[in-house]
């Protein structure tokens, strides 16, 4: 079995910050690459940012400049810091991962950005 757990969400005012994490867990042998989509309300689910197995990294034209992501291949996780936050980042993101060729989904974590 191989899972993806997200935490970290929570409510932020705008101009604030949150910190996402997920982690790989399970048996598997190999973790490519590992993203966070978020789905807004009303809206399609998107892709936020993406770092690949050579280290690259793209993001979302609306979070650039903003959100940043990082993984760690020891603890298998992948993070994204999120400042700045506007109240259109409101949604629910996930973790994704390709793990053995495969790609996996994480459960989410609900973000809201409000006053």
């Known amino acids: 079995q191989v899972q993806l757990v997200e935490s970290g969400g929570g409510l932020a005012q705008p101009g604030g910050s949150l910190r996402l994490s997920c982690e790989a867990s399970?048996?598997?042998?190999?973790?490519?690459?590992m993203s966070w989509y978020r789905q807004q309300p009303g809206k399609r689910r998107e892709m936020v940012a993406v770092?690949?197995?050579?280290?690259?990294?793209d993001y979302g034209d609306s979070v650039q400049g903003r959100f940043t992501i990082s993984r760690d291949a020891a603890k298998n996780t992948v993070d994204l810091q999120m400042n700045s936050l506007k109240s259109d980042d409101t949604g629910v993101y996930f973790c994704?991962?390709?793990?053995?060729?495969?790609?996996?989904w994480g459960q989410g974590t609900q973000v809201t950005v409000s006053t």
């Open positions: 399970g048996n598997f042998g190999k973790i490519y690459h």
């Open positions: 770092i690949r197995i050579d280290g690259s990294i």
């Open positions: 994704n991962a390709n793990i053995d060729a495969l790609v996996r």
